[in-house]
């Protein structure tokens, strides 16, 4: 009877032994599955902040824009070209809230990438 209780009492460590081994594989598979995930972050926000520098230059080639819209709008004034000044008006006010609101999103984007 005593040696069936130590063949019971060894089978019942090495179990316990195999418990956790499993338990430690189970985390080694959960750190590399964040590694993985946590890799693609900086690619991302790179991406981000590069998406939002092109954005930033859409913003400023608006900037160009509304100025040469301007520069139509007084020699369309000059002229007595009352369409083209109207027309060349409306299109200044339009590139502008572009170019403003472009500008102040690219700037958020940024922001809060470089937050990440």
């Not at 060894?10 to 081994?21: F, I, P, V």
């Not at 790179?46 to 520069?71: P, R, Y």
């Not at 009352?82 to 809230?97: H, L, P, Q, S, Y």
Request: hydrophobic share 35%; proline share 1%; net charge positive.
């Amino acid at each position: 009877m005593n040696t069936l209780n130590k063949v019971y009492s060894k089978l019942n460590k090495k179990t316990e032994l195999a418990t956790h081994k499993v338990d430690l594989g189970a985390i080694d598979d959960l750190d590399d599955k964040y590694k993985k995930i946590a890799s693609k972050a900086p690619k991302i926000k790179q991406q981000i902040l590069k998406n939002s520098n092109e954005l930033s230059a859409v913003s400023n080639d608006l900037d160009n824009l509304q100025s040469d819209f301007k520069k139509l709008e007084g020699m369309a004034k000059e002229l007595g070209a009352d369409n083209i000044e109207k027309r060349a008006r409306t299109m200044f006010n339009t590139v502008g809230n572009l170019s403003s609101a472009w500008g102040k999103a690219a700037i958020q984007i940024e922001s809060s990438a470089k937050n990440i």
